[in-house]
């Protein structure tokens, strides 16, 4: 695991990321949102850790860290792919396809069979990258973590699923 406070650079910028468009989608959220989901992220990382999951981050050469992805198991067979950013600076140079390998690779390793994702209508990027990557769009919901404890959202979620 990097060190809290170089992890928490990044998932502050994810986070504030998210807000914005959740705001520019029509939603109201209070000023704290990003502190407050950073902070459930923390309260739950068992979750992403071995041996039920895995949080990756990229560097750059010079070290600085430019991006993570998560996974969590989500049933015997499935992954759950969280939480994949990549900074503005770093965008277009691969970083997310490569979290994404990693993150595949870190399942096939706990013998999970498939991985599911959710993300937002806006979030252009990840709803490009999936398919390029093999995922699928599913046209039903899964009931994914996302679905689950933010059922406001569940009209502007797309899913998407790979087999191993």
């Known amino acids: 695991m990097p060190p809290i406070s170089e992890l928490n650079v990044i998932l502050e910028q994810y986070y504030a990321l998210i807000a914005q468009r959740m705001q520019d989608m029509g939603f109201e959220l209070d000023s704290a949102a990003p502190q407050s989901a950073l902070a459930e992220f923390w309260a739950n990382t068992d979750s992403y850790m071995p041996p039920n999951g895995c949080l990756i981050v990229a560097r750059q050469r010079d070290g600085e860290m430019v991006g993570c992805g998560m996974m969590k198991r989500f049933d015997q067979q499935t992954g759950e792919l969280k939480r994949v950013f990549v900074t503005e600076k770093a965008r277009g140079t691969g ?70």
């Open 95 to 164: 970083t997310g396809r490569a979290l994404i390998q990693a993150r595949e690779q870190a399942a096939r390793d706990m013998g999970l069979k498939r991985l599911i994702a959710d993300t937002l209508t806006p979030n252009v990027e990840m709803r490009s990258l999936y398919p390029k990557l093999g995922f699928v769009e599913l046209d039903t919901p899964i009931k994914t973590t996302t679905y689950l404890e933010q059922p406001m959202l569940r009209p502007y979620l797309h899913y998407f699923q790979k087999d191993l």
